[in-house]
């Protein structure tokens, strides 16, 4: 069973910065798909960013060049670092585990940005 923990999530001003992480249970970060996505109140959950086993990443096209999705392997841990932050990125941020037809989420951790 794979467990998710995500934390890093607050209150910023626009334009701060947040480093979201997720903490991988085992050493399943070798060989899964790992993302972040956002869920804003009345709205579904979007993708936001993905890094694959091979280190492809792909992102929302709302985030590029604001945010960065890595993984430190030997810490089982994935991030997420968002930079020049606007009010529309407040959301909960899910980190998610995906292999074939297997999903795993975390808790998610809320997000606000607001002056």
């Known amino acids: 069973q794979v467990q998710l923990v995500e934390s890093g999530g607050g209150l910023v001003q626009p334009g701060g910065s947040l480093r979201l992480s997720c903490q991988v249970s085992g050493n399943f970060i070798f060989t899964f798909t790992m993302g972040w996505y956002r869920q804003a109140p009345g709205k579904q959950r979007d993708l936001v960013a993905t890094v694959t086993v091979r280190d492809s990443t792909n992102y929302a096209d709302s985030v590029k060049g604001r945010f960065t999705i890595s993984r430190d392997i030997p810490k089982n841990t994935v991030y997420l670092q968002m930079n020049n932050l606007k009010p529309e990125d407040t959301a909960v941020y899910y980190c998610?585990?995906?292999?074939?037809?297997?999903?795993?989420w975390g808790q998610g951790t809320q997000v606000t940005v607001s002056s």
């Open positions: 998610n585990a995906a292999l074939g037809n297997h999903n795993y």
